[in-house]
């Protein structure tokens, strides 16, 4: 790679997809539109949570207005995640081949349509179809949304690319936040003659967000300039460089504008994720991904349902009970995670998480069902401590280890692939916590208590840091390129296709 990309007193200098690379790199300048890029692929990240938490509390009267059977009511309630786990796989590969821009702007209509689909549903059949529709949207959106705050953001120091992905967390948060208050603020101020429309019209709300998207996009959105450099299109890097990332540079004399493209996007790339370095990085990843996911989706969507049995309370304390514990400890520690892990770093403190998770699962299945005043505070105390290590480490840094585990050839389909295997262990999760749960009372944390573990165990075996690493310089690399790992605050700063990630932190 071209260690000089900038000549001194003069404007920044291209001279292949590796510069482009290395001006992303180090920032954008002061007054550039890369925040509010990263603001609206944020946006995508919002609705995604909002589309699916929005039927949590709706559920009921569906099933009574349309009178469905315990099967219809899985299936209208599954369809929005079969649908994300089409789309997430879909998704990766467009995002790779057609490029990040072209993507985002079609997956908002998804939501828009869809989300008015479900308010004006007639039947069972049009809320299934929609919701699917609705699915396709929220699995396309988040390896376009992960690529968007990977590549709009600076390698090293404060809102770095780690932490700039890991805000997807508390995001994601705040949405499933906002859909409790909205449910709260619809249902205490509809006429109970009209209290049935309130799941058509939390579902239909999922439209305005999209469409504020959508009117904002067009003025602040671009291509990833490192996407297109990748295709070999400089000249498309340098305008977006300029419009998107306030860097005016210019094309070397003898740089090509339009030069053969090495990474174009093809379906055997999937492949590519489970051979050479990048096979223990993806075994990484989706074991964190899908341990995060089955557990967090266990205690988290089986929260109503613990807290009522632990507070023998109301639907509405049990609701604000929820949604306290999540702002309170899932919200802010994904916050906190946000601004220290560019100076700690993703792996200890997914590690971290992880340990705390475990503790407090353990310390549930022993409490059992609380009897006493302190047995129920601690109950509730054991539930906050889940969240936290939520926030903290995996529910923030499954997202960083998916998408920072690849260059910029790969980032798509990597992201997708992880989607789609955490889609489906949600899947899995959503069906066998009531049926465990049912079986085993509170020994089910048990159950749940394995996956932190296995999560932790995978972290321990393959001890990979991709904060603060330049992974999108594999692109300009070959798997003869090695730098011996520099140790840096304790953790490998730069590793390489030989090195196999397997430096000790």
């Known amino acids: 790679m071209n260690s000089s990309a900038t000549l001194p007193a003069s404007r920044p200098v291209i001279r292949s997809a590796a510069d482009v690379s290395q001006l992303v790199n180090d920032g954008a300048a002061r007054g550039s539109h890369a925040r509010i890029v990263v603001a609206i692929a944020l946006g995508g990240v919002f609705l995604d949570a909002y589309d699916l938490g929005a039927l949590a509390f709706g559920m009921k009267d569906i099933s009574r ?25 879909i998704g990766g590969f467009l995002t790779d081949r057609i490029g990040r821009y072209r993507v985002f702007m079609a997956d908002m209509f998804f939501f828009v349509v869809a989300a008015l689909a479900c308010a004006f549903a007639p039947n069972a059949w049009v809320l299934g179809g929609a919701r699917f529709v609705m699915g396709l949207g929220v699995g396309i959106d988040l390896p376009v949304a992960m690529a968007f705050l990977a590549e709009f953001s600076r390698l090293a120091g404060r809102g770095n690319k780690a932490a700039r992905v890991a805000m997807w967390c508390p995001v994601w948060y705040a949405a499933i936040s906002v859909s409790y208050l909205l449910v709260l603020a619809f249902y205490s101020s509809l006429p109970a003659a009209h209290e049935g ?48 990332y306030g860097i005016d540079a210019a094309l070397a004399d003898d ?56 507070l023998a309370q109301s639907m509405l304390t049990t609701i604000l009970a929820s949604l306290v514990l999540n702002l309170g400890f899932a919200f802010v520690g994904g916050l906190v995670s946000v601004r220290i892990v560019p100076r700690v770093g993703a792996w200890p403190l997914t590690v971290l998480g992880y340990v705390i998770q475990f503790a407090a699962l353990v310390g549930l299945a022993i409490v059992g069902k609380p009897a006493t005043g302190i047995a129920v505070a601690s109950a509730v105390a054991l539930l906050a401590a889940f969240l936290l290590g939520q926030g903290i480490g995996p529910g923030s840094h499954s997202m960083t280890f998916a998408s920072l585990a690849y260059p910029t050839s790969l980032r798509g389909v990597g992201v997708g692939l992880n989607q789609t295997l955490m889609r489906a262990s949600s899947t899995v999760s959503l069906f066998l916590f009531p049926v465990l749960a049912a079986a085993l009372h509170t020994k089910v944390f048990w159950i749940i208590a394995l996956a932190p573990l296995c999560g932790l165990i995978a972290l321990l075996a393959i001890r990979w840091e991709p904060s603060g690493y330049d992974v999108d310089a594999e692109d300009f690399e070959s798997p003869t390129d090695v730098d011996p790992p520099a140790p840096t605050a304790g953790r490998p700063e730069r590793q390489t296709h030989r090195d196999e990630t397997a430096a000790s932190l």
């Open 65 to 89: 207005e349309f009178a469905l059977s315990p099967t219809g009511a899985g299936f209208v309630a599954s369809a929005i995640t079969f649908g994300a786990i089409v789309g997430a796989f």
């Open 197 to 244: 429309l309130l799941w058509r019209i939390t579902l239909g709300f999922g439209a305005v967000p999209a469409l504020v998207i959508i009117a904002v996009r067009s003025r602040y959105i671009s291509e990833s300039p490192v996407w297109a450099a990748n295709q070999g299109d400089l000249t498309s890097a340098a305008r977006i460089l300029k419009r998107a």
């Open 255 to 310: 740089a090509p504008a339009h030069s053969a493209a090495p990474h174009r996007a093809a379906w055997r790339n999937y492949g590519a994720l489970l051979r050479g370095v990048y096979r223990r990085r993806t075994v990484l990843a989706t074991v964190i991904g899908v341990a995060s996911s089955f557990a967090y989706n266990a205690v988290a969507f089986g929260l109503p349902v613990i807290l009522s049995s632990f």
